[in-house]
């Protein structure tokens, strides 16, 4: 099993920044990928950025030039930078990490992330 727990959400105004991290715990020598999703109300949860072991990044198309995943495998962390946030990047922001082939799949509780002035 793998905890995942995550912190940096809150209220932001339009064009400014916020910074989530996620911190793994338990059987993190069965994660490969770790990423962010996100879920606005009313939607389906969508990928927001996605990291490999290796550090291979993929971005939704939305969000790329604005936000940045990094991990730090030593601290089991995820860290997702995002700059130039507009209202449409609302939604409550998952840390995901999946395993190899995606036979193990784990959710972080959320959180929300509001862009408003």
């Known amino acids: 099993q793998v905890q995942l727990v995550e912190s940096g959400g809150g209220l932001v105004q339009p064009g400014g920044s916020l910074r989530l991290s996620c911190a793994a715990d338990g059987s993190i020598f069965s994660i490969n990928a770790m990423g962010w999703y996100h879920q606005a109300p009313g939607k389906e949860r969508e990928l927001v950025a996605v990291i490999g072991s290796g550090g291979s990044t993929n971005y939704a198309n939305s969000v790329k030039g604005r936000f940045t995943i990094s991990r730090d495998n030593a601290k089991n962390t995820v860290t997702l930078q995002m700059n130039s946030l507009k209202p449409e990047d609302t939604a409550v922001y998952y840390c995901?990490?999946?395993?190899?082939?995606?036979?193990?799949?784990?959710w972080g509780q959320g959180t929300q992330v509001t862009v408003s002035s």
């Open positions: 995901n990490a999946r395993s190899e082939y995606d036979i193990l799949v784990y």
